[in-house]
């Protein structure tokens, strides 16, 4: 699996600022809502992974300052039994403690296993006490080294999933991730595209398709 967590905090985030809107309407039968938040964060002392040695193994590594600024977007929706919700996160990053040299200045590198761009959605149809749920998540702009030069490929993967209510009190799942079974991705190499496991790092891939089973208890519901 990829690495569960992209980035620490060493000392503190020095800075940190935000500013959302919400909002919900009713137009006929559909029942909408909208959230738009924006935020930024200066970091004095930030430790992520960066892919060492051979193999690219990912170590957690103390690279100074850095900035982060972006915007998350949700929106959901409901039109009777049907339901749907999608979520977008914009993520712009610079590494302040690396410099990429370029014509009249420094161009700072964005920070690696943070993508740009992160999108998420669902749609789900409600039938008496079943929910069926098919959904996509797609990930784009992202690099796993400290100077930026190696991309992560962009990938998109569907999942689905069905939701039973048996009784007030139990509940029973199944969902399916990774529907398609994606493994692989184009790598730019020093000798041509290559073909590698998908990830946000080398060495650490996302699992292939996988299915989850569960059932909850829930007393006096």
Not at 98 to 111: M, N, W
Request: with cysteine; hydrophobic share 45%; glycine share 12%.
């Amino acid at each position: 699996m990829a690495t569960q967590a992209a980035w620490m905090s060493l000392t503190a985030f020095r800075r940190h600022s935000s500013r959302g809107a919400r909002t919900s309407k009713q137009v006929g039968v559909a029942r909408m809502a909208f959230e738009v938040v924006g935020f930024g964060t200066w970091a004095q002392d930030l430790i992520t992974f960066v892919p060492t040695g051979a193999f690219g193994r990912a170590k957690a590594t103390n690279i100074g300052r850095a900035r982060m600024a972006g915007v998350e977007v949700d929106a959901r929706a409901s039109v009777g039994p049907l339901e749907a919700r999608a979520s977008y996160t914009g993520l712009a990053t610079e590494n302040d403690a690396e410099c990429t040299a370029v014509t009249g200045g420094c161009a700072r590198p964005q920070l690696p296993g943070r993508p740009a761009n992160d999108f998420v959605g669902d749609a789900m149809l409600h039938v008496g006490p079943a929910v069926v749920r098919v959904g996509v998540d797609a990930v784009s702009g992202m690099v796993a080294d400290l100077a930026g030069s190696i991309g992560v490929p962009p990938r998109v993967l569907a999942s689905t999933g069905l939701r039973v209510d048996v009784t007030r009190e139990v509940r029973l799942a199944l969902d399916v991730r990774n529907v398609f079974d994606v493994r692989t991705g184009t790598y730019a190499g020093a000798l041509g595209p290559v073909r590698e496991p998908i990830g946000d790092y080398y060495e650490y891939p996302l699992p292939g398709r996988s299915f989850l089973v569960s059932a909850r208890f829930t007393e006096g519901r």
